[in-house]
């Protein structure tokens, strides 16, 4: 097992090999000169994620500017080497045409004998993770960066050529499992949008004749504000409350994971209290803040509402709750708020008199509950996929652990 202090476990006994020993370079790249357009283009963190390469994410460099500039070779490991979130990230480089990398990148060039699919299967393991993690620092503007010495210095198991690619493709096999997984969500993802468009994006078209009959939001529910916690009475019986801000509703559903209370009178508490399928929108915020809604459950009852997020109660015999939450999140929902939002500095808005006057589609009840339903299958389908896509990564970095640790060294090295 090596020094744990310099490298990655490692009970396969295999040789051991200090980055720097099995690179032919490793180095940061220098600062790129960009221009609108050139046929050399320049790495940047962007570039590197855990998908893979992106050479679309890559800006256009001065070709006049090459001399001295570290130019990328495929079959080099690029590794994010600066700022937080995206530090000691990594990827093998595959691309046609001209790159080179700028000083956030450290390419990593191995010698003969070594995979760089290897190095970065090193790297991205969690142990590899950890060892980059620590051995970070800040840098001259406060921004966090990897030490390329330590870098260098960092040990890694150097199994034969034949061992290493037959890790490599045990591993490539789950992975093609994962796009297979991935490319089903994103057909679903597009179903599912193909569904809500044909059901709502001609319901209202600003200055178009509308599909289905429209009625403003008033005139099909009961819009309410919600709780301003500066205005609290401060006499006589008071409840401690849990209430909704806008960080708790998302797109599509509420997360109760980080709750707040408020002190409230039984009046108040009366007044704001939320009913199942009640629908939640915010005020505000960000552009992607607004209008963002989701509907009530009832899993915390009493529940009150916060004053930026508006309550909204459907006539049921009118309105499916679903339906609304649905349209509100649609292509034609969003242009409403975007048309009617108010813009400050840094922030963004709607009120509930515009709230009110949003114009809504009305088809009949059983119109609204299939259009729900049909969305509902696909969330469903969607949901099981995701789950399946979790397990599946799960499954491949304890994989790589189980690989490195010795414990399925028989199925990988044996033969």
Known sequence: MSDSSLGIPNLQNWPEMALADICKVLRRGTAPSYVSASSVRAIGQRCVQDSGFHADKARPHDSKLLEGSLIAEAGDV???????????RSCVFRADGHFIVDSHITI???REGIDPEWINLMIRSPWGQRRLESHCFAGSTNQIELSRHQLALTKIPVPSWGVQRRIIALLDSLSDAERGIAASIAKLRSVRQGIISEQFSR?????????????TLDSLADV???????GVSSGGTLLEVPYLRVANVQDGFVSTLEMKSVRVTPGDMER??????DVLVTEGGDFDKVGRGAVWDGRIDPCLNQNHVFRVRCDKKFLDPH?????????AGRRYFLRVVKQTTNLASINSSQLKAMPIPCPPLEGQ?????????????????????????ELKVGLV??????????????G
């Open 224 to 230: 309410g504000g919600g709780l301003t916690l500066g």
């Open 401 to 414: 652990d189980d690989l490195l640790s010795g414990r399925v060294a028989v199925a990988v090295a044996g």
């Open 78 to 88: 690029l590794v994010n080497s600066t700022g937080s979130g995206t530090i000691g």
């Open 272 to 277: 704001f209290r939320l009913r199942r399928d």
């Open 203 to 215: 319901a209202y078209a600003e200055g178009g004749s509308p599909t289905s009959r429209m009625r």
């Open 108 to 110: 990593a060039r191995p």
């Open 323 to 331: 339906f609304l939450n649905l349209y509100m999140s649609s292509a």
């Open 369 to 393: 509950r299939r259009t729900v339903e049909l969305v509902g299958s696909c969330d469903e389908r969607i949901a099981q996929e995701e789950g399946e896509l979790a397990k599946l990564r």
